[in-house]
């Protein structure tokens, strides 16, 4: 088991909040798609990181490099899958590399996030 002091010291450092929710039936307008949240996954105490890397594009035929963020959560913040939506303030992305690790001994835990309009295009 993780050092519950270690656990809490981390924990206190995640100074946003986040809804995350399962991904719903996107809609389609001129300006793009909007993915629709479905089913609430966690909600809570987050905090999104600066941009870490660069990875491609999921949108359509869109071949760009765009800018993945690591988002932490708490070790509780557990089912987080693959194309799940999530809110940070006004902001909306979609999870494109879970934490899965099932470990008693997380301390914290990072999905990979991008802006959705860099999300996958096909509704899931």
Known sequence: MADLAARG???????????IRRRGTD????????????????SGACLLGRPASM???MAGADDRMVEARPLRLPSS?????????VTVGTDTFVV???DD????????????????????????
């Open 9 to 19: 010291e981390a924990e206190a450092r995640l100074v946003q909040s986040c809804v």
């Open 27 to 42: 809609t389609f307008s001129t300006s793009g798609i909007t993915p629709v949240a479905g089913t609430l996954v966690y």
């Open 55 to 57: 990875r491609p594009s």
């Open 77 to 85: 913040a557990t089912g987080i899958r693959v194309t799940d939506v």
């Open 96 to 98: 494109v590399r879970p």
């Open 101 to 124: 690790r099932t470990d008693d001994h997380v301390t914290l835990r990072t999905v990979q996030v991008v802006a959705s309009v860099d999300a996958e295009a096909v509704p899931t």
